[in-house]
């Protein structure tokens, strides 16, 4: 599928819940993160995102080709995806479940509790080309309307 097929055709219901297994131990919990089992791309990239200042939003932003998987390491956040026809909210919450967000969908992270953490997993290594920045823009090629 070629980086505009992505915007045209991605929807909400591409966007899910994943929960990672989970090992129990007297001394503290691990939850592991291995390429090609638990998610369905191997990890190129990957970030975390930390002292949001109260009020403050980051992402505002789709992607070309990249796939992202958004957790709430510590502390809560919402993340709210966009199809360009309806929108869902997604609160997370728990260190061992996260958001897979697909190419064509726009997010929005908002809503930082105090001390809070997010890590994002990536398909792909940092490439400006592959943001998709303004709504507007967003929008237009979710509505076929540029070439």
């Known amino acids: ?12 219901d591409d966007c899910r819940i994943i929960s990672l297994n989970r090992h129990h131990h007297a001394n503290g919990n691990l939850t592991a993160v291995n390429n090609g089992e638990e998610l369905p791309f191997d990890v190129q990239r990957t970030f975390y995102i930390y002292d949001v200042p109260g009020g403050a939003e980051r992402g505002g932003h ?11 390491i ?7 995806v966009d199809d360009g026809d309806m929108q869902f909210t997604y609160t997370l919450n728990r ?3 996260g958001l897979l967000v697909v190419p064509g969908i726009w997010n929005r992270l908002h809503n930082f509790s105090s001390g809070s953490v997010c ?3 990536n398909s792909h290594h940092f490439d400006e080309a592959d943001y998709v920045r303004d709504y507007g823009r967003f929008l237009e090629l979710k ?3 540029i070439d």
């Open 62 to 72: 789709s992607h070309y080709i990249s796939q992202q998987f958004i957790i709430a």
């Open 119 to 121: 890590l994002v997993l």
């Open 1 to 12: 599928m070629d980086r505009l097929a992505n915007h045209r055709h991605a929807r909400l």
């Open 95 to 97: 260190p061992y479940q």
């Open 143 to 145: 509505r076929n309307v």
């Open 74 to 80: 510590s502390g809560s956040f919402d993340v709210t």
